[in-house]
């Protein structure tokens, strides 16, 4: 007669994997409970703090802030210094997203649907590449870059364009005596900068685009153009829309290009960044730090309504 087998005594970690297997509610609860608090004190809790902060006021005498529910510091970005710093940003976050899509599509167009194998991987490399250097190398870098005495006027004084370059800038036809202190320098810089993050949505949203209505829509007569226009385009936007909200947000964000590159041209990052630091108005710096966070809801809820994440 055999004796029954004698089962090892479980351990506490035992125990501890059948209560959760038995109750998998309470393991997501643990697991989502710590980003969740992250997220709703640290995040969240700072964007209150900073909308409280735009409903103060500070005293034009003292300079002390008064801690009264008031809209005269919102009233204060209507003024023409002000208000011109909202538009600036924001033509400029427009045309660097603008650019970069035209700049981005034909790139990420290339590596999904003709890169392969290896290329895709060089593809891959040379898109993150620029992302591992240190962002202020980068803006240091093309300053360097753009300056009157950078490789841009070597070159330029090589091909024979040096005295019409030269002649530009003495002119201020780029809003400045060097690219390297210029709107348009400034310009250049945010394309670069931010071009990697339009390219990969991009190009993961055309991967995703299917041969076969490419092929039925050349059997059907259909143009280049007009496969483009109805298939290509409106399966892509997607991907557009995604990166085009890290290009905008991130311009209209950004105050090191302005202080660097554009000589510390207004822009609202660069407000906030002084007013909170060299004038202490910390008030009017909420106020602006809002401006952004305004505008990219907007935009998102206009994106939404559109339809442009029904495919991410």
């Given amino acids: 007669m055999t004796s029954p087998a004698i089962l090892p005594e479980r351990g506490m970690g035992d125990r501890i994997s059948a209560a959760f297997w038995r109750r998998p509610r309470l393991l997501l609860i643990l697991l989502l409970t710590p980003p969740v608090l992250w997220l709703g004190i640290v995040y969240l809790g700072s964007l209150a703090a900073l909308l409280l902060q735009s409903f103060y006021s500070i005293d034009e005498f003292s300079g002390v802030v008064k801690q009264e529910f008031t809209l005269k510091t919102y009233a204060e970005l209507f003024r023409a210094q002000n208000l011109d710093i909202i ?29 392969k194998g290896r290329w895709k991987a060089v593809f891959y490399l040379g898109v993150m590449l620029p992302l591992w250097s240190s962002y202020l190398v980068k803006v240091y870098a093309w300053k360097l870059i753009l300056a009157r005495e950078g490789i841009l006027t070597w070159i330029a004084d090589h091909v024979g364009g040096g005295p019409l370059l030269a002649r530009a800038l003495d002119e201020q036809w780029f809003g400045g005596s060097s690219l390297s202190t210029s709107p348009l320098g400034t310009f250049i810089v945010f394309v670069y900068i931010w071009m990697p993050y339009m390219i990969l949505p991009m190009q993961a949203a055309l991967e995703r685009v299917p041969v076969s209505m490419l092929e039925a829509s050349s059997d059907l007569g259909a143009s280049r153009a007009q496969t483009f226009r109805t298939v290509v385009f409106p399966l892509a936007l997607p991907g557009i829309i995604a990166g085009s909200i890290f290009t905008f947000s991130l311009t209209l964000g950004d105050y090191i290009i302005p202080q660097i590159i554009g000589n510390s041209a207004r822009f609202i990052g660069l407000a906030v960044y002084q007013f909170q630091g060299t004038a202490g108005n910390v008030p009017l710096a909420a106020a602006f730090a809002m401006v952004p966070i305004l505008i990219m809801l907007v935009y998102l809820w206009i994106a939404k309504r559109m339809g442009a994440f029904d495919a991410l």
Avoid: C
């Fill in 87 to 115: 538009l600036r940003t924001l033509l400029m976050a427009i045309l660097v997203t603008l650019t970069s899509a035209v700049i981005a599509f034909p790139i990420a167009y290339f590596a999904a649907r003709f890169a």
